[in-house]
DNA sequence: CGATCCCGCCACATT
DNA sequence: AATGTGGCGGGATCG
């Protein structure tokens, strides 16, 4: 079987090669049908010179026979293969894998030979690594389990992960597309951006925590416990924004704990993580369980992940010996920075140039639909293929539908582990309950492409138009250069965090990328350096090369003092912080605001969330508000813990401490207030600083999308005024209907180009756009029902807007043009209390989400979005 | 004996 | 109901 394979497939090492391939892919496209799927029966492919039929047969005949001698005695023989096959081919292909790939010894007969690492490896021989763009591989399950001489489940397995990174898509029942490795890098930065987020702090912790003292999950946890409860809420916030079909089963699903898995690499400064550690933090919620089994089960998964991500050359098995004793681990050894796109060839210069060159050419053209929903635009196949709208419904229910959700769950996921990641964190602080707000991520995978297109998409407006713009933050780097490689956080270039100031003015700028540094605590903060914020244009950000990424990641053992590389700025400042990593200092102050702290899990900002804000602010606002709403959520006692848990950390800390240091800092500004501009005039946004509030998040790189719960308010009434929050993240959610916004739930809206004059309101359409009354449905109405008000000259500026494109598809997310006041008319006053608190809160409050995470009975699993959905929405109070 | 992880049952989801 | 997906964990194998 093999040989067939690595006849077809070429230089085995999938990773290196670029597009070797031929094989099937032509077959496929079939473009243009959106994908009625023609389910197995035909495959797509027709090979012309199918070379895979008679290596279907043959395998299928083959490989019984051969799993039957293995297993029987064959242990022994390490050339099975040559064997078997007795091909003269046989020969070759083994000699290939050896050069390859070759972790694993092949050879082995039995087991090894069966591993899910090799399979995957035979899998991704198949395909090549960079496929024309043009050209759509279509996989067959059944196809390739038959090649493969394996069962479909098993395939499922490494397609699952694949998922994960976007390597390939699901298409159809049976069918996945494959995309190779063009968008991985976008899609390890994403990976990375939301991974710091969430689990940056975590990761930190983990280590430096387990190296030095043991953490003790369980206690914790059980402590927290009570806090915990909010996190479901979080989560559900989050998968609201999935389509409300799919989630529950799959939420969990290998594809999920793939992403975070990854994720911790990303984040892990020594970019190496134990097995144990990964299982304690993707175990997440549930933990207060008595996890053994559960441990186990975790770990076991793991194994089937680390396999075919090792298959992938992402990670290698290592042993790390720690205090403790020598544990099983892996690192990474994939990209570790992400400039664009670390893997591509084409790449644009990190530097400020964003997008223009090469995603044209890669890109098909780009489209827009309304309904925004599809993630993949990047394929043109895709896009093209399928029709927006009616079709697109079709679909829905079909291959397309599948995807999307999944994609949508992708983002929800995120969201969650975020969110996760912070109560983790929170409790470990202590802090007291707080829902966090699940932060957003956009994801990446396809925003490569819709990228693209954009030439101008580049922010102009933000260098150019507002030189003064103060604040900008990692975020508005980023998403000012949505295409930029960036060095991501880690650069210099970093705009500068004030903590003392709430809110960041801007001037005049038309847009606003609000990006808080959702990141809490990540490297951005870190970068920021408080200085250069206005100053700094997305070029300089640009300006980081990636190298520099990659010193971080050599340097795993910092001490806390020394800055590394890249992040000297941040570093420092977290040494500073840094004595308590985690901890977040903050005085407690009473808050008034929202009153949300005081529930539960959702207004409270916990110093977590606080972190998260750093906005890095050119301007100093106002501190006080900041303060207030920082110190509030912060209890003495949490304080004490923090402190506590402090010391022991900081040791640690030292070593592999990620550049989390943002969380330390207590003071953000709750929110990010825009001055009207011209076009604005009559709008004020505010963006929380909170994650819970108003996590701002800027898509990857690339995409500048943003997930942010926008407040907006009547600039005159803004002191008075507190904000109303767009639902729109919620969108898939159960739709609620204006009032009830899940405080959480942020807006996700990318908006690939904008002019830089032009402003851009995006809101929920409830919100904003009086006429939008809230639809209840999320998926079918969506698409109609979003509403985009482009300002003409929005249009044509950018050329391509994208709503929602990563993470609320349907949702209703109108752009609005400033010019529409229309939209003001909300009464703020009504509104506002009740949405404020819904701002504010987070879903903790709602429904008890430890009973369904708990159980994991069947129900809950089917309840589960669902549910959750309507919890929260239930929950608003509105 | 602990680390790995194959295998495939079977629940849940989709057709 | 049939079939696709994929969670899950027993228990075999490896080291």
């Known amino acids: 079987e093999n040989i067939f394979d690595r006849s077809r497939m070429a230089p085995k090492t999938p990773i290196k090669n670029e597009p070797v391939d031929l094989s099937k892919q032509k077959g496929c496209t079939p473009e243009r049908n959106p994908i009625t799927p023609v389910k197995l029966t035909d495959r797509p492919q027709p090979d012309p010179w199918t070379p895979t039929a008679n290596l279907k047969i043959l395998v299928s005949a083959a490989s019984p026979d051969m799993r039957d001698r293995e297993k029987k005695k064959e242990l022994f023989r390490p050339i099975e293969n040559s064997e078997q096959s007795d091909t003269p081919d046989s020969l070759q292909y083994d000699i290939v894998d050896d050069s ?26 198949r395909y090549p690594s960079y496929p024309l763009s043009t050209e759509k591989t279509t996989i067959s399950l059944d196809e390739v389990a038959s090649i493969l001489g394996v069962e479909r489940r098993r395939i499922y397995d490494i397609v699952n992960v694949l998922e994960s990174l976007h390597l390939v898509s699901r298409v159809a029942k049976n069918q996945y597309c494959w995309h190779g490795r063009h968008n991985l890098s976008q899609t390890l930065k994403t990976l990375q951006e939301a991974g710091e987020l969430q689990y940056g702090e975590l990761m930190t912790f983990f280590q430096q925590k387990e190296q030095d003292l043991e953490y003790r999950f369980g206690e914790r946890k059980k402590e927290t416990i009570p806090d915990t409860q909010d996190r479901p809420l979080l989560d559900f916030s989050e998968a609201d924004c999935t389509s409300a079909s799919a989630n529950s089963r799959k939420d969990k699903s290998l594809r999920i704990m ?202 102009p407006v933000v260098q150019t138009d507002v030189p003064n713009l103060s604040l900008l933050n990692g975020v508005s780097s980023q998403a ?16 500068t965090l004030l903590p003392s100031q709430p809110f960041l003015c801007f001037p005049s700028s038309p847009l606003f990328m609000l990006c808080s540094s959702l990141q809490e605590n990540n490297s951005r903060d870190t970068l920021l350096t408080t200085g250069e914020v ?56 009473p808050f008034e605001s929202p009153k949300a702290e005081s529930t539960p899990g959702s ?11 750093h906005l890095d602010l050119a301007s100093p606002a106002a501190p006080e508000a900041a303060d207030k709403e920082s110190t509030k959520p912060l209890d003495s006692r ?123 309101f995006i809101g929920t359409t409830a919100v904003v756009t009086p006429k939008v009354s809230p639809t209840p449905l999320m998926d079918p109405q969506q698409p109609a029902h979003p509403a985009l008000h482009l300002s003409p000259v929005l249009a044509r500026s950018c050329s391509a807007v994208k ?9 209703p997310v109108t752009l609005l043009k400033l010019q529409q006041p229309s939209s003001a008319p909300l009464t703020p006053k009504s509104i506002r209390p009740a949405r404020h608190e819904a701002f504010f809160k987070t879903p903790g409050s709602l429904g008890d989400p430890i009973a369904w995470k708990k159980n994991e009975g069947n129900q809950t699993r089917n309840a589960s979005s669902v549910q959750r959905r309507l919890e929260i929405s239930s929950t608003s109070p509105d």
Request: hydrophobic share 35%; aromatic share 6%.
């Open 100 to 125: 390859t790939v070759d972790e694993f010894e092949k050879q082995r007969p039995s087991r090894k030979q069966k591993s899910l690492g090799l399979l995957c490896q035979k899998f991704l021989a």
């Open 258 to 459: 793939s992403q975070k898995f990854v994720m911790l690499f990303l984040v892990s400064k020594t970019k190496i993580v134990t097995l144990d550690i990964a299982a304690k933090i993707l175990i997440e919620e549930t933990q207060d369980t008595v996890d053994h089994s559960k441990f186990k089960t975790k770990v076991r998964r793991l194994y089937d992940i680390a396999n075919v991500l090792t298959s992938l050359g992402l990670i290698k098995k290592v042993h790390v010996t720690e205090e403790r004793g020598r544990k099983p681990a892996f690192k990474w050894i994939g990209p570790v920075e992400f400039p664009g796109k670390t893997d591509e060839p084409r790449g644009h210069s990190p530097t400020s140039d964003p997008l223009p060159q090469t995603q044209r050419g890669v890109c098909a053209p780009y489209q827009i639909c309304p309904t925004g929903k599809q993630r993949f635009t990047r394929h043109a196949s895709f896009n093209s293929a399928q029709p927006c709208e009616g079709t697109r419904r079709k679909v829905s229910s079909e291959p397309n539908s599948p995807r999307q959700e999944r994609q949508d769950e992708y983002h929800s996921k995120m969201i969650n582990l975020a969110a996760v990641c912070r109560q983790k964190i929170e409790e470990d602080t202590r802090n007291p309950s707080m829902a966090s707000p699940p932060s957003l991520l956009a994801l990446p995978g396809d925003s490569d492409f819709c990228v693209n297109p954009l030439p101008q998409t580049v922010f």
């Open 480 to 495: 000012l250069h949505p295409s930029m490689p960036a060095a991501s956080k880690t650069e210099n270039g970093k705009p």
């Open 534 to 589: 206005g100053s700094r244009s997305a070029e300089a950000q640009a300006a980081v090369p990636p190298a520099a990424c990659q010193k971080r990641s050599s340097h795993k053992c910092m001490s806390p003092s020394a800055p590394a590389d890249e992040e000297p700025a941040a570093k420092k400042q977290t040494v500073e912080h840094s004595d308590v990593p985690l901890s977040l200092v903050v005085p407690k102050k």
């Open 603 to 613: 207004g409270c900002t916990s110093a977590v969330h606080l972190e998260d804000f």
């Open 638 to 760: 949490e304080q004490e813990k923090w402190s506590q848990n402090k010391e022991p950390d900081e040791p640690s800390a030292g070593k592999e401490h990620i550049s989390k240091e943002n969380a330390n800092q207590p003071f953000l500004p709750q929110y990010l207030y825009v001055q009207p501009t011209a076009g604005l005039s009559s709008f004020n946004f505010l963006f929380s600083a909170n994650q819970a509030s108003g996590a701002v998040s800027l898509a990857a790189s690339q995409l500048p999308s943003l997930s942010v719960p926008c407040v907006v308010v009547p600039s005159a009434a803004l002191a008075s005024f507190p904000v109303i929050c767009s639902p729109t993240v919620t969108s898939s959610l159960s739709p609620v209907p204006d009032g009830s916004f899940t405080a959480t739930a942020p807006m996700n809206f990318s908006v690939s180009g904008l002019a830089s004059t032009t402003p851009i």
């Open 803 to 811: 709503l929602d494109s990563p993470v609320c598809v349907g949702h």
